[in-house]
Every structure is written in structure tokens, then in C-alpha cells.
């Protein structure tokens, strides 16, 4: 039996469809329709068709096509191989008479050649030959067979025409058979599996060809069915197949058994078994020879199924388990690959199972019941309190308390434990509480005395955590208060709340019955009584305990306490100021430059004494403008002073000259200009003009000099008569300001 290798695509709606990827290479290109040119008429052409569906040496297989080698005769070249090879489909090899093939190893191909080259053994005719690993040359040891006369007749094969081309292989007697024409031109056993490919079984196959100085169309067309049938074709239980054979234009068809088959005399009828057949197909191929192929259509049986509907309870999980057959593929809700599924998830559950090609879906509604029971883990009541357990179940749900009770609610008054067992629709819970029950009161002083001043904390001693409001408004573990009236507080500690109040009483400070001035003013020697006298008071005024304090010279502050019946104290501070006579100290000369105002300074001890000067001026410092004699007056409640100062007015120069002439040749001689100015600048500024009225120099220091230049640049200014003028500040007694102005003559 022989097998075909073809691509089957298997559809609900049958379709035959045969198609061989390829891969042209070079010159080589689709024509369409399964046609390739591997040559073009045109010089020095190589190209290559490949084929990407491999070829399993290891099953027979035969392999029908039409081939065209052109028109050209005498001048037509070079001819094309099949090749079987395991590189990949890239390859080219050499051209001229390499053929396309020349370099391509491991390989086997069958040589078509066109073209006599007498060097590599070629004869006269077309010729057909076994060649193998890439060598198209007859002398060499890669020749395997051949080389023989392509047409039975020796005639021609460059005429334009399409020639029938037939490969056979059997490997279980490695004969591999080539007809040309419908004859039988090449058979010839060889180990092509472990001779020419070492052990490999999966090849590459396809066509190559080339041209040279002499050229032709070289052409491979493939019928619809130059693949034969498969072995075995699977399909799924309720699916169909189209299948076929590549005969005769007047070929009849023969399919048996005629079960599962739409047409068994069509040449590529449509196969729907209900369960697996092996069929035979008997027809005449395009050579008139009587032939048989044989298929297995194997038909699987597959579904999966699942519970229409699942009630599970809240938390538990739902294992879907379905019974398929090992290695089912089984895809849960479009994403989880596996073979089960657990949830625990109200909804669809949906599998696409797939088994040989073969695919079911089934669906399941799981419904999850939802009993949860909670009561709060911890309850706390006041003393005296009730509390109602009522949990929030549905309708119909069974509750058992403290295992014997049997009720939709529970009352409790006492400190313990309650647990609780509820059942509803299959699903079970329970839930435990503790009780707690709270004793709790706050108390404060029913009345409270405090002193003017001073402030009283309330601190109730509660439990911690416990929340104590004061006043409606402040919320505090504790209160603090300085003033009289009511102080309450309510308080609250796990649910339980109490209420509180004092009556706080604020007791005066003591105080002088007879007011003393706070700040006390004396003299030196006088005594100074202090008179702090409160009825029923203790008297502290740092060691000395009578009501009356006497100083005298005491200057500083001297602070009492007083302490009443009630233990209130407070303080009170007397500041002494012990004061000594006035005495002024003023210089008896003062010397000024005319034109310009004094400053007389004196100085009075102590500083708080008043001074008054003649000319009605106050204070220690005043302006003189006139000569004569000043008087100054101080007085305080101690006694007085007084004294006087002479004052002068002189006049005061700083006098300025200049050169009335510079030459600024530089020669060491008389080369700079500047004013000269017999005392210190505090400040400074020259210019200096042209007869325009134009600043040709300026200056602001007063050790820079003129040396000729315009603008302090490079650029010297010309001969001439130019005038200057400085002004400036300087301090003799006091700070006086000047100008002077005058001419110079520029010679160079």
C-alpha cells in the first residue's frame, strides 16, 4: 500500500482543500494555481521551489506532478532535480549544469538534465539519473544511478509540453521508483534513511533548476492531488471529511464499503462514518493503470458532562470531576487549564473539553447558600441589664442556645458564655459570646476648698478606657478648675455611665489692710517703714515675722508672705529706691569752629535727676551756637546742683593750592596734575574741564592724579588752559566742607 502525504482541514460543513506551502528561492516564482516557474528563459538563472510540509521517509508515499522543461532544443539548458533534503527551505546551489542542486548536502535527488556536459559523464540525450549530496557529476561517487534517457523513446523533452512525473518509495524494501511519462524509467534500492541522511526521517523536498549561456521556461505544476491519501484521518463523532485521489481524465471511481459516503463513485467524496471504517478506492490513473489507495477514517466518540445545577454551603468548595478519557484537554471558564475544577463561588461554571481533535462544551449553575451566624465575640452590660441575642439569619433557620434552647432569639442578664447552633437549607453555623457584666460608679468630694489663685484637679479613680465628661462640654480623664461654682461629670465605661458633683468654694488671699505704695522712693539715711498688717495673718518676709518691716539704706525689693486662717498665702513685693544728692560733672572749656554749632555734654549722677541749662534747654546734651558762659542746673527730692562751662568759637582752614602749569611728557618732570590739600578728606571730588565746559577727568580718590588723559582713558587731551575744581569734607573739631576752583595750562 502506498501513503500519501496531504493537508486535511476538517469542518462541520465538509470542504476539500489541498494546498503545499512553498518557498520559492532565486530566480524562482509562484505562478499560481500550485504552478512555479524555477527558471525563467533568461541567461545564467538559478532558482528553487521547497516545499514546508516534510516527507516521512519511514511510510511509503507517492508523489504525481506535471513538469514543463520549455521549448528551447538545441539551445535549451539546463534542466532541474527533485530534491529530498534535510538543511531547510533556504537553499540554492550552484547553476549552469549544477542545476540549482550543485553544493546541497546531505541530499537526494533525482537529475532531469537538458544539457550535455560530456566532462560530467552526461550523454547525448535527456537524460534522467540518482544523484546524491549535492554532485551532478556522473564520474563521481555520489552518482547512485543512472544516468538514463529520460523518455522511454529518447526523444526530445524540451518541446514545450507537460511531462508526467511519478516518485514511489517503499521502506520496507528501500526501492524507490521513478516513472517518467507513465514509464518506468529508474528502479533502484537504496537505504535513504541511514545511507544518505543518518537516520533522519523527516526531509525537505521540492525542485531546483538553473540556466546558463542556453536558457528555456522550466516549469513544476502539482495536481489537486499530488499527495495520495493518508493512512489515517481522524475525525469527531457528527463531523465529515472530504478526501480524494489524483486520476485519470477518464478515470471511474470505486469507493468501498459504500457506508458513511455521500458519492462512492466521485472522485473526492464526502465521508461522514458513524464509526470508525477503513476504505479502498479502486480507479484508473492518468497512465491507464489500474490502482488502489487505502484510508482509515478513525471516528471518536467524546463528550463531557456536568451537573446541570450544584448547592453547596458558604466556604465549602465544589469539586467538578468529569469522567473523559486520559489526555483530555480541559479548559474551565476560558482560562484554567486542568483536569478538575474546585470553586466555592456562586455562578457558571463552563469546560470546553477536547480529546483527538474532538471537542464538547458542558455548563453547571452552582448556587452557594449563605448561613452565617455572628454575634459580637464580647458583650458588655451594666449591672441590672438585660441583653437580647438576636442574630440577623434567614427566614427558617433552626437556632439552638446553650444546647437546649430552642428559639429565634436569646435574653441574658448574667455574666457567662452563650453559643448558639443554627441549620438552615443543608448549611450549619455556629457562633460563641462572652458576657460581661460591669459594676461601675464615680465619685467626687461632695465639697471643695481652694484659694484665690490656685487650682484644683479632680482625678476619680475609674477604670481605664473609661470616657468622663466635665461640664457637658470637656472631655478628660481628669479636670482642673480655679473657680467657683459646680463641678460635675459624667461618666461612662463599657456601656455604663454615672454621675458625679462638687461644689467647689475659692477662699480669698490674704491681703495688707493698710495699702503701701509698691514703689517707695527715700534718701540716703531716712527709715522706711512697711506696713503689712492682715487681721489673723503669719507674716514671713525671708526670716523677720513681724507685720511692720523698717529699712533703711535698704534699696532693692522686699517681698512679704502672708499666710490667713485658712492657709491661703500670698505675696506682695515693696521696690526701695534709696536716692543720694545730685551731682553734675561737666567740662569748663569748650572750643568750636566759627560757622558751624557745639555739642555740650554733662554728666548727672544719679541719672535720674532732673538738669535744666540757662538758655531754658533740658537734658544732658545740648547744641551751642554763640560764645559765653552756660550754666547748668540738676535737682532731685535728695537735694541739688549746679555748675557752669565757657564756650569758644575760632575760626578753622584747611587751605588748597595747585600748579598753574604740568607737562605730562613724561620725562620724570613736573609729568602730573592734583590739588593739594593740607588736611585729610573725609570725602573727595575733582573735575576737571575743557574750555567747552566738558569733564575731560574725574576723579573720587584723593591720591589719583591727572596725567594728561581724556576720560581716564588712552586718548590724551590737547594744550591748553583747563580748569579744575575739588570739593571735599574734613573733620578739625567737627566736620567742616570745602570747594575750590582754579586754572591750569597743559604744555607738552
Request: proline residues 4%; contains cysteine.
Amino acid at each position: 500500500m502506498r501513503i500519501g502525504l496531504f493537508i486535511i482541514i476538517i469542518f462541520s460543513t465538509p470542504i476539500l482543500f489541498f494546498a503545499q506551502s512553498s518557498n520559492p528561492v532565486g530566480n524562482a516564482s509562484s505562478l499560481g494555481n500550485d504552478c512555479y516557474s524555477v527558471t525563467p528563459s533568461q541567461e545564467w538563472q538559478i532558482g528553487a521551489v521547497w516545499f514546508l510540509d516534510a516527507i516521512n521517509l519511514s511510510e511509503e508515499f507517492t508523489i504525481d506532478l506535471d513538469i514543463n522543461f520549455g521549448v528551447n532544443d538545441a539551445n535549451g539548458a539546463d534542466g532541474m532535480v527533485f530534491v529530498m533534503q534535510t538543511v531547510g527551505p533556504e537553499l540554492l546551489g550552484a547553476g549552469g549544469g549544477g542545476m540549482g542542486y550543485d553544493g546541497i548536502s546531505p541530499s537526494l535527488g533525482v537529475e532531469m538534465d537538458t544539457w550535455q556536459n560530456s566532462d560530467w559523464g552526461d550523454p547525448v540525450q535527456d537524460h534522467i539519473a540518482i544523484i546524491s549530496d549535492g554532485i551532478a557529476n556522473h564520474s563521481q561517487p555520489t552518482n547512485l544511478f543512472g544516468p538514463v534517457s529520460a523518455s522511454s523513446t529518447g526523444n526530445n523533452i524540451e518541446d514545450g509540453q507537460y511531462h508526467k512525473f511519478k516518485l514511489n518509495w517503499f521502506p520496507e524494501s528501500n526501492t524507490l521508483e521513478i516513472y517518467f511519462d507513465c514509464e518506468l524509467r529508474i528502479s533502484f534500492e537504496v537505504d535513504i534513511i541511514n545511507d544518505i541522511f543518518s537516520g533522519v526521517t523527516e526531509v525537505y523536498w521540492g525542485f531546483t533548476g538553473s540556466t546558463g549561456g542556453s536558457t528555456n521556461n522550466q516549469t513544476v505544476c502539482l495536481d489537486e492531488f499530488t499527495l495520495g491519501l493518508p493512512e489515517n484521518v481522524s475525525i469527531c463523532a457528527g463531523e465529515s471529511i472530504q478526501l480524494g485521489v489524483n486520476g485519470g481524465q477518464e478515470s471511474n471511481y470505486n469507493w468501498t464499503p459504500n457506508e458513511g459516503i455521500d458519492d462512492q463513485n466521485n472522485q473526492y467524496p464526502i465521508f461522514s462514518p458513524s464509526v470508525s471504517t477503513y476504505y479502498t478506492v479502486e480507479y484508473t490513473d492518468y497512465c491507464g493503470e489500474t490502482q488502489f489507495q487505502n484510508v482509515n477514517i478513525d471516528v471518536t466518540e467524546f463528550s463531557v458532562d456536568l451537573e446541570s445545577e450544584v448547592n453547596i454551603c458558604e466556604g465549602e468548595d465544589y469539586l467538578f470531576d468529569p469522567d473523559v478519557p486520559d489526555g483530555t484537554l480541559l479548559i474551565w471558564n476560558d482560562e484554567v487549564q486542568s483536569p478538575s475544577f474546585s470553586t466555592s463561588s456562586e455562578g457558571i461554571v463552563q469546560v470546553y473539553a477536547e480529546y483527538m481533535g474532538c471537542s464538547d462544551i458542558a455548563t453547571s449553575i452552582v448556587n452557594v447558600t449563605v448561613l452565617s451566624i455572628d454575634l459580637e465575640s464580647e458583650i458588655n452590660i451594666c449591672d441590672g441589664e438585660d441583653y437580647l441575642f438576636e442574630p440577623d439569619v434567614p427566614e427558617g433557620t433552626v437556632l439552638l442556645w446553650n444546647d437546649e434552647i430552642q428559639s429565634p432569639s436569646f435574653l441574658v442578664n448574667s455574666e457567662g458564655v452563650v453559643q448558639v447552633y443554627g441549620e438552615y437549607l443543608g448549611c450549619s453555623d455556629f457562633s460563641t459570646s462572652v458576657v460581661n457584666v460591669t459594676e461601675f460608679t464615680i465619685d467626687l468630694e461632695s465639697e471643695v476648698n481652694i484659694c484665690e489663685g490656685e487650682a484644683y484637679l479632680f482625678d476619680p479613680d475609674v477604670p481605664d478606657g473609661t470616657v468622663l465628661l466635665w461640664n457637658d462640654e470637656i472631655q478628660s480623664p481628669s479636670f482642673s478648675t480655679s473657680n467657683e461654682g459646680n463641678v460635675q461629670v459624667y461618666a461612662e465605661y463599657l456601656g455604663c455611665s454615672d454621675i458625679a458633683t462638687s461644689v467647689v468654694i475659692v477662699e480669698p488671699s490674704p491681703e495688707p489692710l493698710y495699702p503701701t505704695e509698691y514703689l517707695i522712693e527715700t534718701c540716703e539715711d531716712q527709715v522706711v517703714e512697711i506696713n503689712a498688717y492682715c487681721e489673723g495673718c503669719v507674716y514671713d518676709w525671708g526670716g523677720y515675722f513681724e507685720p511692720i518691716y523698717y529699712a533703711i539704706n535698704e534699696g532693692g525689693i522686699h517681698t512679704v508672705e502672708l499666710t490667713n486662717e485658712l492657709g491661703c498665702t500670698s505675696l506682695y513685693s515693696y521696690s526701695i529706691n534709696v536716692m543720694s544728692s545730685p551731682q553734675i560733672v561737666l567740662d569748663s572749656l569748650y572750643e568750636f569752629c566759627e560757622g558751624t554749632s557745639g555739642v555740650i555734654s554733662a554728666d548727672v549722677i544719679p541719672t535720674n535727676a532732673s538738669i535744666i541749662w540757662n538758655d531754658n534747654d533740658t537734658g544732658p546734651v545740648i547744641n551751642v551756637y554763640e560764645e559765653g558762659i552756660y550754666y547748668a542746673y540738676a535737682s532731685n527730692l535728695c537735694g541739688s546742683d549746679e555748675t557752669s562751662t565757657t564756650v569758644y568759637f575760632d575760626m578753622c582752614f584747611c587751605e588748597v593750592w595747585s600748579p598753574s602749569a604740568f607737562t605730562p611728557d613724561n620725562d620724570g618732570v613736573n609729568d602730573t596734575f592734583y590739588p593739594v590739600i593740607e588736611c585729610d578728606a573725609l570725602s573727595y571730588k575733582l573735575n576737571i574741564f575743557n574750555r567747552w565746559g566738558e569733564v575731560v577727568f574725574s576723579s573720587n580718590n584723593q591720591g589719583e592724579v591727572w596725567i594728561g588723559n581724556v576720560n581716564n582713558g588712552d586718548y590724551f587731551a590737547i594744550d591748553g588752559v583747563y580748569t579744575w575744581e575739588v570739593s571735599f569734607s574734613s573733620q578739625l573739631d567737627q566736620i567742616l566742607y570745602y570747594e575750590s576752583r582754579g586754572k591750569v595750562v597743559l604744555i607738552r
